[in-house]
């Protein structure tokens, strides 16, 4: 083991050796005259340091990832190609004395490019997940820049030079090479996938190889370039840089694929393809003050094709942003925002075809003993996997969303009623075909519950059909989990025997001011729930709104907590302070709040408040982030109400806060968690004795 750990670090520090060598070696290789006792010295360093980075690169595609050393291959050939085409150039040159343009050496120069460029291509193919179509708009309108100024400067001018036709297509052909490297360069650069150490070294190649090819047809053009001036050493740096890639420990997570492709436009990006747009009319501009507008056409259609390009960029942004709105991150499904807005649109075009659209509510069985056993990340994988098999089973039109948690919806248009028990159980098995790996040694098995109900059959609302479908899925959960529940199967709720000191205040709600009582005396806050109602009730009058909305305050006051109920009890009777595993289960009761109250008639609203009555004023509250006045009014009077409640309650973790902190903290909060207007108000009639204080009750 030591030994082969001590391999490890030699491996490691190989292309360091490699690198810092060759490049003494460069320097060396300045000082070094041509001849030393009539032996060549100067063009057997310069072939041996060239040669020795193509050597680098075919070994280190030895060590490549299977389906990696094409890419690396090719350049490897690229490399030795080079490392010929130097050996020729540099023995004609200097031990021949042939000095003719273009010569064999210019083959080989020339040679190397297609290689280098198909190479690079390949790997960008590998790195990126699937077309990295934003990658490639952005690197065009690079390379479209550059190609202008190419012909600009280097092409045009090289092509007016005069000559004998093979000179003039050999001088257009390496700034064209050149150019065809470049874009493939930025597609590398500015594509998806990792950016370790090789694949620096690899960019640090390209910019080193393409700015001495720049230089040298600018000397070309100007006609100064002599043989070994300071070019050498930028080509042989970039030939030595290309060599430690390959043999950098780095090299295999170049080609490894990203695991998602990443649109989005920098700072920087966005000043960089903007500076690069502008460059194409500051030629113009500079020919036009200089009197040679002769490139007029070339920059017309560079500016063109630079316009398209962005109008096309601008429209795949937009487009991915869409989607990203509407598509819930880790299961690639819609989220609950657009099954929300969808359904009103498929239950409208049912009005007016005529025909019936079901709603499905499918949870995943025990899924909190899968997070608890195995963690949260395989609980990840198990959502990933039950989408993609629900996913398989869906047909076109009909919308699958992951409608929060562990829970998924689905809407079907045209759904007959004999047969939606029947689609139901088909996800159902689907769901529970096969086990699903959570990790390479263990898999567990998956079952779902499914609720469902039909418009117009069961309801004629949104709200009112999901609620139905949802009473469904608890009917399923009850009868044993892992079945199919529609909603005319599903069984009515008992009604409780009427509690003696409670008189209804609407139809139908005494069984959940029982649960609010319940839940009240489980935690010892008696009185809670009431205290809230009152004070919200107050609080909404003092603000001058009509009855029905001070009723709806005070209601969802009474009852924005019954569904604590359905928390497991060691979590809401637990004496310290809870986990954020816990947390999460906690932060679900507004959901439930919600669902219990939404199947009773005329009390939708009210559900709407329970279910918003922890979102805070800055956006960061739950289940749905809202913010400012996105949250309903009665949910911003309950929440400060509920707040001071909780402040002024003796807890085992936490006695009660005296009245000037709690009021504070009421105070620091406003603006951030509480809407500020109603938190001035709840002050202002505390300090006016108006709100009633709790009566304070230890647990035992």
Same mark, same amino acid.
């Given at each position: ?225 002599? /043989?070994?001036? @300071? *070019?050498?050493? &930028?080509?042989?740096? +970039?030939? !030595? #840089?290309?060599?430690?890639?390959? =043999?950098?420990? %780095? ?52 500016? /063109?094709?630079? @316009? *398209?390009?962005? &109008?096309?960029?601008? +429209?795949? !942004? #937009?487009?991915?942003?869409?989607? =990203?709105?509407? %598509? ?373």
């Amino acid at each position: 083991m030591e030994t082969r750990s001590g391999a490890d670090r030699a491996a490691r520090g190989t292309w360091l050796v490699y690198l810092l060598a060759g490049l003494a070696l460069v320097v060396a290789y300045f000082f070094t005259p041509l001849f030393i006792g009539g032996f060549p010295v100067k063009v057997v360093l310069y072939c041996a340091l060239s040669g020795s980075a193509g050597v680098a690169v075919c070994w280190g595609a030895r060590r490549a990832k299977p389906g990696s050393r094409l890419p690396w291959a090719l350049l490897g050939a690229s490399q030795l190609t080079y490392f010929t085409a130097d050996a020729v150039f540099y023995v004609s040159h200097y031990l021949i004395g042939t000095t003719t343009f273009p010569a064999l050496a210019d083959l080989f120069y020339l040679g190397h490019y297609p290689m280098a460029v198909l190479g690079v291509l390949l790997l960008i193919r590998r790195r990126a997940p699937g077309r990295d179509v934003p990658g490639l708009l952005d690197a065009a309108t690079l390379a479209v820049v550059a190609a202008m100024l190419s012909w600009v400067y280097l092409i045009g001018p090289q092509s007016r030079r005069g000559g004998s036709l093979l000179a003039e297509l050999a001088s257009v052909s390496y700034p064209v090479m050149d150019l065809a490297l470049l874009t493939v360069g930025l597609g590398l650069l500015l594509g998806a996938g990792a950016r370790p150490k090789a694949f620096l070294l690899l960019v640090a190649w390209l910019a080193l190889i393409l700015t001495a090819d720049t230089i040298y047809v600018a000397q070309q053009v100007m006609g100064v370039y002599t /043989a070994g001036n @300071f *070019l050498d050493a &930028i080509w042989l740096s +970039g030939n !030595l #840089v290309m060599g430690a890639a390959a =043999l950098h420990p %780095t090299m295999a997570r170049v080609s490894d694929r990203a695991p998602v492709r990443d649109s989005t436009l920098s700072p920087p990006r966005i000043a960089l393809l903007a500076g690069a747009a502008l460059l194409a009319p500051a030629v113009l501009v500079v020919q036009y003050y200089t009197a040679t507008l002769r490139d007029v056409p070339v920059v017309a259609g560079a500016c /063109a094709v630079l @316009f *398209l390009l962005t &109008i096309t960029r601008l +429209g795949i !942004l #937009v487009s991915d942003q869409r989607k =990203l709105a509407i %598509t819930d991150a880790l299961t690639g499904l819609h989220t609950r925002r657009f099954f929300e807005a969808q359904l009103p649109l498929e239950m409208a075009r049912a009005r007016r075809a005529r025909s019936a659209v079901a709603v499905l509510i499918i949870d995943v069985d025990h899924f909190k003993a899968i997070n608890d056993r195995y963690g949260h990340p395989a609980g990840d994988r198990v959502l990933v996997e039950i989408a993609a098999r629900l996913r398989s089973t869906v047909r076109d039109g009909e919308v699958l969303a992951r409608y929060g948690g562990e829970e998924f919806a689905l809407i079907v248009p045209g759904a007959e009623g004999e047969t939606l028990h029947t689609l139901a159980d088909r996800l159902r098995e689907q769901v529970a075909s096969a086990p699903i790996v959570v990790d390479q040694r263990q898999w567990v098995a998956v079952t779902v519950s499914i609720g469902t109900a039909r418009h117009p059959t069961h309801g004629t609302t949104p709200a009112e059909l999901v609620a139905i479908a949802d009473r469904a899925l608890y009917s399923a959960k009850a009868a044993g989990r892992d079945r199919v529940v529609v909603a005319s199967d599903a069984p009515l709720p008992e009604q409780p025997q009427q509690h003696p000191r409670e008189q209804p205040e609407l139809g139908g709600s005494e069984y959940l001011h029982l649960v609010a009582d319940a839940v009240d005396d489980l935690l010892d806050d008696h009185g809670h729930s009431r205290s809230v109602a009152r004070w919200s009730r107050m609080l909404a009058k003092e603000c001058g709104y009509d009855a029905e909305l001070v009723r709806r305050a005070e209601l969802a006051g009474r009852l924005h907590d019954v569904g604590k109920v359905l928390l497991p009890r060691s979590v809401l009777v637990k004496p310290d302070e809870l986990t954020e595993q816990e947390w999460e289960l906690m932060r679900r009761h507004p959901e439930h709040g919600f669902r219990m109250a939404a199947l009773l008639p005329g009390h939708l609203g009210v559900a709407h408040v329970i279910r918003q009555h922890h979102e805070r004023w800055d956006g960061l509250g739950y289940p749905e982030g809202l913010a400012g006045r996105d949250i309903r009014v009665e949910a911003r009077i309950v929440a400060v109400c509920d707040a001071w409640a909780a402040m002024r309650s003796e807890r085992p973790y936490q006695p009660a806060m005296s009245v000037d902190r709690a009021c504070a903290e009421i105070r620091a909060a406003r603006g951030t968690q509480f809407d500020p207007d109603v938190a001035d108000l709840f002050l202002s009639l505390h300090a006016r004795g108006a709100i009633a204080d709790l009566h304070l009750v230890h647990r035992g």
